[in-house]
């Protein structure tokens, strides 16, 4: 059974840096796509960040420049980096995975069929 469970949220003043850890159990991790996801209340899920199995990324233009993903396969932990924190950044962060994701749907909520509870940040100006 996979599970993804995600750390590392919490508050923050804006322009400050905040590191998230989703930790994956239950499947092949190295071989998934992986995924960080944002929901603010009264709003649709959005893709921040993916990377797939060969460690190639795609980023949301929000976050291009701010955000850093990256995966330890060893460790079957995924990361998300957010730097230059903007109050709009608030949400709820969820972590997702897939054993295969299209080229060009890294970032769509219907290509991970596998997602944790989520972790608020909340960024304040």
């Known amino acids: 059974q996979v599970q993804l469970v995600e750390s590392g949220g919490g508050s923050v003043q804006a322009g400050g840096s905040r590191r998230l850890s989703c930790s994956g159990s239950?499947?092949?991790?190295?071989?998934?796509?992986m995924a960080w996801f944002r929901q603010a209340p009264g709003k649709e899920r959005e893709g921040v960040a993916a990377?797939?199995?060969?460690?190639?990324?795609t980023y949301a233009d929000s976050v291009q420049a701010r955000f850093s993903i990256s995966r330890d396969n060893a460790k079957g932990t995924l990361y998300l980096q957010m730097n230059s924190l903007e109050p709009e950044d608030t949400s709820m962060y969820y972590c997702a995975a897939h054993s295969y994701v299209p080229k060009g749907r890294e970032l769509l909520v219907g290509s991970y069929g596998y997602w944790g509870q989520g972790t608020q940040v909340t960024v304040s100006s």
């Open positions: 239950g499947y092949t991790y190295y071989l998934y796509t």
């Open positions: 990377i797939d199995s060969e460690g190639t990324t």
